[in-house]
């Protein structure tokens, strides 16, 4: 899944320059006043950077299971980080041993 940085990264490699604001305007309903259509421009642009996200340039080709496997990489391990450290933070190391009532006997 792509943020939006990505996303303004990948239409700048076709040469189109948009804010996160602007695009973030295409995710918003219909509805809300600041709703804006995605035309075919940017989504021509947004097509064309990620061919070369992906596959590289002729100069410097990729290879675009590499781009993808080391993206999917970074993005799990970042995801674990940030879990373990909110699972640490929420962890109360002062508690006692308890004694459980409902414990099989030996």
């Keep these: 899944m792509l943020r939006d940085d990505e ?3 990948i239409l700048k490699l076709a040469d189109f320059n948009i804010s996160k604001s602007e695009l973030g ?3 918003r309903k ?3 006043p600041n709703y804006r259509e995605c035309g075919d421009q940017v989504l021509r642009n947004f097509l064309n950077g990620l061919v070369v996200h992906l596959r590289g340039t002729k100069e410097k080709p990729k290879f675009p299971g590499d781009v993808l496997s080391t993206e999917v990489t970074k ?3 970042k995801n674990k980080t940030v879990y ?3 699972q640490r933070k929420r962890m109360n190391t ?3 041993n308890v004694k459980y009532k409902n414990k099989k006997k030996p």
């Design 84 to 86: 373990k450290a909110e």
């Design 30 to 32: 219909e509805n809300h």
């Design 25 to 27: 305007a295409f995710f």
């Design 75 to 77: 993005a799990v391990i």
């Design 94 to 96: 002062d508690i006692t």
């Design 7 to 9: 996303i303004v990264e």
